[in-house]
Structures are given as structure tokens and as C-alpha cells.
């Protein structure tokens, strides 16, 4: 039994089963006895009721109580007295006048208990037909003393006849009920199966590399939150995935360039150029400068691929946005002397932001560095913070040739270099602006770019105080 709606099924009619089973078996073990000693009670009570009534002098009411009980229930009632005169006398009565049955040791026997006080119950059967009847003695008495017997012949067919009629029906129930079981335990097991089934699909698709399905479970009981569990697993499961096929896509894009260039130099050292020291040293600095910038892709890819991956944890802390611009600059200094560019800054004192301080430094750097790229000798870049009520806009602008208006749109992809630059060789990954945008997105700020052919371009964002 390998499936689990088979087993839960089988499982909830072995309990239906053995209630049936129980049920059976106390009914039809005490069921007759149980019933007969309730009718037997009802009737001594009954009994009781009525003889106390003419023990109370109330004759009429009396008889026409006893003659109510003896037709309405099928049985005889006799009264005697302690030397066995009959005093009163309803329902059902033999040939003699007297009770059936009552010529017989029982009587006797009965009539002796009573005389001392105790109630009677004594089972009868025919002698002929077999009939069974309970013969029940309660004592008589008069101002508490004992004046008679009162006999009640009660015939035990109705009571058999009832419980006959209670074993059929519990027939009839059990085969409703277990039909019954049958159909809802089927049903149950399906539905309690169903996000099983579809959580052991999408799992095992996930165990194939497919982590696109989800479980669609409106539940909230444990197999709702598995099935939860398992889509958030199968979202940070695509995550990483993901990360996976654009750090190998960044990897094999970027690193191919550096690469065949320290191998080509590194061949023509060896070959040609080992013996002259001047062309030598001029190809080893070419395989340092080239080294230099393999770590600054591998710093690059994994930081982009982190955060496009949506793992990127910030740390939010009040600080100030003009010191951390001040210094950010100031390590341009030597870059902006040697390309011949000046970077200029306007800000105010006290211009306080609320952000992770060294990533909007890296979002510095990177607009920093990419206006160096794209601004000729000469040229200016402006660093300026502005404060706007209740954020802190930061520009960074830069005189160079501008970018299209058909390149706007595509400035932020990873990899996306406009065509017109400085004229100087490029110092960067393609990866700077789309950080940029990954950084800034994190921070859920304002950011974009603004740009004339021509004359220059402004990138802009805005962070909150």
C-alpha cells in the first residue's frame, strides 16, 4: 500500500469498522437486557404512583389510573390484601377470574417477599406457548403499615418485539453509515492527497532544474504552509539559479578581452620582446594594468549578480551626504590631474540622508568614473547635492559629448557602452550604471539622466532624509 490516499482511506474505514463493530456488539449483547430493565423501572415506578393514590384514600382516581396503565401498556394489575383476597382487579385476566399465571409457586413465592416489605421481580414463561412474561410485586401499605400486594403482570413480547425492531434498524444504519463512509472517506482522501501530489510534481521539478512551477494551495493548515515553504524555496531556488547563469554569462562576457591580452603579451615577451628591457617592461605593465582590471570585473560581476539576485542586505544609517561626496571626490584627484579633467563640488554643511553609506559611495564612484570616461581633456564635472524638503538630490554632470536620445533607454543595461567616449581608453566594466540602477532600486529611490549632444549629461538621485 504505497499510496497515501489509499492509506488514509483504508485507514478511516478500519475506524468506521470498528465502531460498527462495537456498536454491534453492545447492542446486541445488552441491548435486550438494558432495554427490559428500563421498561421494567418505568413500570415499577409507574406501579408505585398508582397504589400510593389509594393509600391516600383517592379510590377513584385510583382505579381509573390503574385501568389507564393496565390498557394502555397490555398488562394485568391485581390488588390483594394479606390474606389473599383479591381487592381490585384490571386488564388482561385468565378463565379462573385470576391473573395469568398466578396459580403456580411463583406466586407464592412472590407473595412472601412482599410480606416482608420487598419488591418483587420474577420472569415467567407459558407452559404451553412459551410466552414470557415479569411478574412485579410492590408492597401496599396503609399508614405505613403493610396491607397488601399489588401484581403486575407485565407480557415480555412488546419489549422483544421492540428490540427486534431497534436490531433491524441498526442493520439498515450500518449499511447506510459504512456506504456512507466509503463514498466520504474516498472523497476526504482526495482532497487531503491532491496538494500532496502537486507538491511531489513541483518538487521533483524542481529536483530537474525547473523552478518556475508553484503550488497553488489556498490552504492554511500544515500542507498550506509547506506548500508556501516550498514556492519561497523554489523562488530563492530561481534566484540562485539565476545569479548562476548571469555570473557565468558576466564571466565569459568580460573576461575574454583581459585575458587574450595577458596571454598575447605574455607570448611576445617570451618570443620577441625578452631581451629588450624598454619594450619588456612597457608589456609587463600592460599585464598588470590588465590584471588589475580582471579584479575589478570579478568585483564587479559578483557585486551586480548579487544584486540583481535580490540578495543585497542594506544597512540604513543616518550620515552625511556631504562628507561622503567630499571624500569620494578626493580620490579622483590624481585620475582628474591625468586626464586633464576638473571635478568641481556644491553642496551645503549638514545635509544629512538616510541610506547604506558604502553602497551609495559605490553609486558615487561608478557616476564619478563613468562622466571621467565620456568627458574630454578640459572638460568639467560637477558634483553638487541639493536640498529638496524632505529628500537630498544628488547631481553629477559632466561636459562631454552627451549621449543619443535612441541610447537613453538602454544607458542602465548591463554591458551597454555608447559609442562616442573621450577619445581615452575606457576605465570600467560596462557593469557601473546598471549597479548604479540595482543600488538605487534596493533603496527604493528616484533616480535617471537627463542629456544634450553636444553638451553634456546629468545623472541624478535622490535620497530621503
Not at 39 to 46: G, H, P
Request: charged content about 25%; some cysteine; proline content about 2%.
Amino acid at each position: 500500500m504505497k499510496s497515501i490516499g489509499l492509506k488514509l482511506w483504508a485507514g478511516m474505514m478500519m475506524l468506521v469498522m470498528t465502531v460498527l463493530i462495537l456498536l454491534w456488539f453492545f447492542q446486541i449483547v445488552f441491548l435486550g437486557s438494558f432495554y427490559s430493565s428500563i421498561r421494567i423501572s418505568d413500570v415499577k415506578q409507574e406501579g408505585a404512583s398508582i397504589i400510593r393514590l389509594l393509600a391516600d384514600g383517592n379510590k377513584n382516581e385510583f382505579k381509573n389510573r390503574a385501568d389507564a396503565f393496565a390498557f394502555k401498556n397490555n398488562i394485568s394489575i391485581e390488588l390483594i390484601d394479606l390474606q389473599g383476597n383479591i381487592l381490585y382487579m384490571s386488564g388482561v385476566t385468565g378463565s379462573s377470574g385470576q391473573m395469568p399465571m398466578m396459580r403456580n409457586s411463583a406466586r407464592i413465592e412472590a407473595f412472601q417477599q412482599i410480606k416482608s416489605g420487598k419488591e418483587v421481580t420474577i420472569p415467567l414463561s407459558h407452559p404451553r406457548f412459551g410466552n414470557k412474561f415479569m411478574l412485579i410485586g410492590i408492597p401496599y401499605k396503609v399508614n405505613g403499615q403493610l396491607a397488601g400486594a399489588f401484581f403486575i403482570n407485565m407480557p415480555m413480547a412488546p419489549v422483544e418485539d421492540t428490540v427486534s425492531i431497534l436490531k433491524r434498524q441498526l442493520m439498515y444504519i450500518s449499511v447506510i453509515l459504512l456506504a456512507a463512509a466509503i463514498i466520504i472517506s474516498f472523497i476526504i482522501s482526495k482532497t487531503f492527497t491532491k496538494p500532496i501530489l502537486e507538491i511531489k510534481k513541483v518538487s521533483e521539478k524542481m529536483a530537474s532544474g525547473d523552478f518556475s512551477d508553484r503550488i497553488k494551495s489556498k490552504s492554511k493548515d500544515e500542507i498550506g504552509r509547506l506548500a508556501e515553504t516550498i514556492n519561497f524555496m523554489g523562488q530563492e531556488l530561481s534566484k540562485i539559479d539565476q545569479l548562476r547563469k548571469d555570473l557565468i554569462a558576466n564571466v565569459s562576457h568580460e573576461l575574454r578581452t583581459p585575458l587574450s591580452l595577458i596571454r598575447g603579451y605574455a607570448e611576445t615577451i617570451k618570443d620577441v620582446s625578452g631581451n629588450f628591457p624598454e619594450k619588456r617592461n612597457k608589456q609587463l605593465q600592460i599585464i598588470i594594468e590588465e590584471s588589475e582590471r580582471l579584479g575589478g570585473i570579478v568585483d564587479d560581476i559578483l557585486n551586480l549578480s548579487q544584486l540583481q539576485a535580490g540578495y543585497l542586505s542594506l544597512n540604513k544609517k543616518c550620515f552625511l551626504i556631504n562628507r561622503t561626496i567630499k571624500d569620494v571626490t578626493k580620490r579622483y584627484d590624481i585620475i582628474a590631474e591625468k586626464t586633464g579633467v576638473k571635478i568641481e563640488t556644491q553642496y551645503d554643511n549638514n545635509m544629512m540622508v538616510l541610506a547604506d553609506e558604502p553602497r551609495i559611495e559605490q553609486v558615487l564612484h561608478n557616476l564619478i568614473n563613468n562622466a571621467i570616461n565620456h568627458t574630454q581633456e578640459g572638460g568639467l564635472i560637477i558634483v553638487k547635492a541639493l536640498d529638496v524638503k524632505d529628500f537630498i538630490r544628488i547631481e553629477i554632470s559632466d561636459t562631454g559629448h552627451g549621449i543619443p536620445e535612441e541610447d537613453i533607454n538602454h544607458i542602465w543595461d548591463r554591458y551597454y557602452k555608447a559609442e562616442k567616449t573621450s577619445g581615452r581608453k575606457m576605465v570600467g566594466t560596462g557593469l557601473g550604471l546598471a549597479i548604479v540602477k540595482s543600488i538605487l532600486e534596493a533603496h527604493q529611490e528616484q533616480y535617471g539622466v537627463y542629456s544634450k549632444l553636444g553638451v553634456g549629461t546629468t545623472f541624478w538621485f535622490e535620497l530621503k532624509k
